[in-house]
Each structure stands twice: as structure tokens, then as C-alpha cells.
């Protein structure tokens, strides 16, 4: 571009200028008709490459490496066409405005300016490559009824941890699978790790990079716009997958289809890679009818991770949560919970996943902030609700103990601060508890927090050491028998 952007321009509404099924001899001339003009200044610029192999993929990452902020790519798998690429890109577009163009069409600004202005001016105006965002194509994608696994991979500065994630999927010992990675504009080495391995697997991986930060929820939708399977999951770009995941997964729900989602057991890892085992939730694999799901939810979010569960894709719609603090923390909580209204849900007690815990990611952040609790209670409330709706007697009526139970949980998390040496954030859910229950101020646990607060430095070490000792306080260390009517898996 010639000039800096002026007020007016960036007063002017977004364009968004969507390149798809681009012919390679052209591309080139294209991007710098684009960039080395004065007329358009407030646009992005999104690509869709359809898996070629011609160089434009190796054009559209220079064009985006040089004019960094300003373009959104993403690469599929496989030739998919113009009209399913076409939907993509308005998937990704932020404009209110966009222009299509396909093939070796020419970019012209002031034609392209000239159609805005009339558009703005006059709601009901129409060009044929110039037009309003939301006046969308319909889709041409469908979803296949064939057992084909989406792996939805949303990362953010995961790099040191990318390669292991990506392995983990490639070496599935079940081969029908596609992985759909986006990178929300991660400043470390992933997008480059990313570039590697579509590469190397070009029929397995999609991968895509949003021009900016827009936000978890974004990076999400980006993986929806070329999700093709049966089942998916939502795997986080710090875990890995254990090689018979998928398999397990697929053959259970295969068998069972009534069964929403299955559900794995998880290892944990650290950031070096260190591994800790602790006690599956249930002891036994099995099949777990919905309905009492739903009552165990009211009690405890059985699995911490979201890259535990695979989904079949059928079951979810208008089931899930997205936008806000609560999607980010809670989406796949309530999205579980909704199911199991409906459907019957698989756990299987084998670990299948490395989940890693480490001082960036998400669960975290949310354990200092309180909303390790107040989310929960906010959640119990709308579980009991949506469960009235169903008539789910016994989910109603559990309420009073699930509250009960979340402010014995923390006292939990008073414990782990303190043995964390975050005394600030122990005292927070100290009086917490008290807040969600009053007369957990009987309990025995409260009894010794209570003490901790007016002892000597020597008496609080002991009691640390006693509360660290204590089973199922600083973690849970039990696994518990799968609820009335659950069908064992041999």
C-alpha cells in the first residue's frame, strides 16, 4: 500500500477481500494489485488454497509473512472447489463488505469502491462480486455419514508442545481421520510447525491462520469450516493422544448409537513431559444412561479436560454454547450436561489422553480467579433448570447437595493454594465456602483452615503437611462405581 490509512478510511466499514480457487499465473499479480493501491484501505485479505501444489501456497505465505495483520490463510487438505471455498472464506471474513474473486478475475479498486458507496447508500443494491457479508451462498458442505474422525486443533503459542500433539494424531492406530488446525496469529514457531506438517500429511491436514488475535471462539469456528466426520474431537494443542484413541473411541460409538459421546481416561503430564497417574472416575468402562449422567454432573464435571471426549456430530446441535467467558470455561460442561438429557454417554476407563497441566493454560487461570467455583454454581443453576425441562426429577432434586458439595470443594482449593504457597487465593475460597454454604463452618476440614489462619509459621507447616496427607482433600484419589442402569464394556 502507498499511503498510511487517514481517519476517513478507517471511519469506512471493513472489506473483506476473499480469494479462493486462484489460478497460480495470476496470484502474484493479484496480491500486488491489492497491496500497492491507495484507493482501498480498510480491508483484509482472505485465502483459501483448495491443496494445491502449483506454488500458490508457497505465494499466499509470502504475500502473508510481507504484509503481516492483514491476511487470514488457510490451506485444505484436499481440492474441495470454488463453492465450498467460497463458504469458507466468508466463515473467516470480519467485513461487512466482500469481494469474491476466483480464477484470474482482476482486482479493481475503484470499481469495488463505487459498488460500497452505492450499497451503503441503497440497502437494496446488488453487484454480482462485490456484496454484503451476510447475503451468504448457501453451503455446499455437507457432513458424510461415513466414520470419518475431525480432530479440531485450535493453538495460540503452543509451539514447544505442537509437534508431540501432532504425532500423537498422525500414528492413530485408526487412519480415517482429519486433523483441522487454526492458529490464532501465534507469534512463536507454531505456524511454521503447522506449514511442516500439512506438508507432510497434505490428504490428512487443514490448516489455517487467522491475520490477528481474534479470540478462542474464532479459532474454534475457523476448525468448523472444513469439519467432515462422523465424530470429532476438540484436542488441545499442549495434549497428546495415546495411539488407540480414536480406534476405541469409534468402535464403542459404532456399536452404540445411542450413545452421544465417549469419554476417556487421562494421564497427566508437565511441561517436561513428566508423567502423573491418578484413579479413572468410574472403575469400569461401561455405557452410562443419560439420564443419570446428568444427576452425576450435578456433583462433579467427571472429566477435566475437553480433549477427553469424542462427539458424534449428529448429536450436538443446538446443544452447544458458544461466546463469552462462559463457553471459554464451561462450553463443553454444558454442551455434555445437554446431551446427556438425550442421549447415553460411554466412558471408557483406560487413559487415552496425556493432558498436560503447566502455569499457562487455561484451567490455571481459572482456579485463581474463583471460577473453578463460581462458574460450577452458576452452571448448577442453569442444570437444574434446563433438567426441569425434562422432567429429570432426580437432577432437580439434587441440587441442594451439589451446592453442598461445591463448598466442600472449596475447601479443596483452599488446600491446593496453600500447598502451593498462594495463601491470597486460599483465603479467597476459605470465606467462598462459607459464602455458597453457611454451615460448613461444622465441617472438620474448615475446623483445621480455620486454625491455620491464627497459627505460627511452624504449626501452619504441620498442618500443610497433614492436609497434603489427607486422601481425596488435595486430589481426588478414589474412582467411584458407574451410576444405576450402566451397561459394563469388556
Not at 44 to 70: Q, R
Not at 325 to 345: K, S, T, V
Amino acid at each position: 500500500m502507498n499511503k498510511e490509512p487517514t481517519q476517513n478510511d478507517l471511519n469506512d466499514p471493513l472489506v473483506s477481500i476473499l480469494i479462493y480457487n486462484y489460478d497460480r499465473q495470476y496470484l502474484r499479480q493479484c496480491m500486488d494489485s491489492i497491496f500497492h493501491q491507495d484507493i482501498l484501505v480498510n480491508f483484509e485479505v482472505i485465502l483459501v488454497d483448495d491443496g494445491s501444489i502449483d506454488g500458490s501456497w508457497e505465494t499466499a505465505l509470502e504475500y502473508s509473512n510481507k504484509y503481516p495483520g492483514i491476511m487470514s490463510i488457510k490451506r485444505n487438505r484436499k481440492g474441495y472447489g470454488p463453492e465450498t471455498n467460497l463458504y469458507q472464506c466468508r466463515g473467516m471474513a470480519k467485513g461487512r463488505y466482500c469481494v469474491h474473486l476466483t480464477s484470474d478475475q482482476a482486482f479493481i479498486p475503484e470499481y469495488i469502491k463505487s459498488c460500497i458507496q452505492d450499497m451503503k447508500s441503497d440497502p437494496y443494491v446488488k453487484y454480482s462480486y462485490v456484496c454484503r457479508l451476510e447475503e451468504s451462498l448457501e453451503s455446499a458442505h455437507s457432513i458424510t455419514n461415513k466414520p470419518l474422525v475431525s480432530i479440531l486443533c485450535y493453538n495460540y503459542n503452543y509451539g514447544r508442545y505442537l509437534r508431540q500433539c501432532f504425532e500423537s494424531v498422525v500414528n492413530q492406530t485408526y487412519q480415517n481421520i482429519q486433523i483441522v488446525f487454526s492458529d490464532n496469529a501465534s507469534t512463536d514457531e507454531s505456524w511454521d510447525i503447522a506449514n511442516e506438517y500439512a506438508s507432510k500429511y497434505p490428504g490428512i491436514i487443514t490448516i489455517i491462520r487467522n491475520r490477528k488475535n481474534f479470540g478462542s471462539d474464532v479459532n474454534y469456528k475457523n476448525c468448523w469450516l472444513d469439519v467432515s466426520g462422523k465424530y470429532y474431537i476438540q484436542l488441545c494443542s499442549d495434549d497428546a493422544l495415546m495411539p488407540d484413541f480414536v480406534r476405541k473411541c469409534v468402535d464403542a460409538l459404532e456399536t452404540l448409537p445411542n450413545a452421544g459421546y465417549a469419554m476417556v481416561h487421562r494421564t497427566i503430564i508437565d511441561e517436561n513431559d513428566k508423567r502423573t497417574e491418578e484413579p479413572p472416575f468410574y472403575n469400569q468402562s461401561c455405557v452410562i444412561p443419560g439420564r443419570e449422567q446428568a444427576a452425576v454432573y450435578m456433583l462433579a464435571a467427571v472429566n477435566p479436560c475437553i480433549s477427553q471426549v469424542m462427539y458424534r456430530i449428529d448429536s450436538i446441535y443446538g446443544k452447544s454454547a458458544t461466546g463469552g467467558l462462559a463457553a471459554r470455561w464451561y462450553g463443553n460442561r454444558i454442551l455434555d450436561f445437554n446431551l446427556c438429557c438425550e442421549f447415553d454417554m460411554v466412558y471408557l476407563k483406560e487413559p487415552l489422553l496425556m493432558h498436560r497441566l503447566h502455569s499457562q493454560n487455561d484451567s490455571f487461570r481459572a482456579s485463581e480467579n474463583l471460577l473453578e467455583v463460581i462458574g460450577p454454581y452458576i452452571l448448577l443453576q442453569q442444570f437444574a433448570d434446563t433438567a426441569s425441562n425434562y422432567n429429570l426429577t432426580k437432577v432437580v432434586n439434587r441440587l441442594p447437595k451439589a451446592i453442598e458439595k461445591l463448598s466442600n470443594l472449596c475447601l479443596r482449593y483452599c488446600v491446593r493454594s496453600l500447598c502451593s504457597n498462594n495463601e491470597e487465593a486460599a483465603q479467597r475460597y476459605f470465606h467462598l465456602a462459607i459464602a455458597a454454604l453457611p454451615t460448613i463452618t461444622a465441617d472438620l476440614t474448615f475446623k483445621s483452615l480455620e486454625k491455620y489462619w491464627v497459627s505460627d509459621a511452624a504449626e501452619r507447616r504441620n498442618l500443610i503437611e497433614s492436609f497434603s496427607k489427607t486422601d481425596n482433600l488435595t486430589a481426588r484419589s478414589v474412582s467411584y462405581d458407574p451410576p444405576p442402569g450402566s451397561m459394563l464394556i469388556v
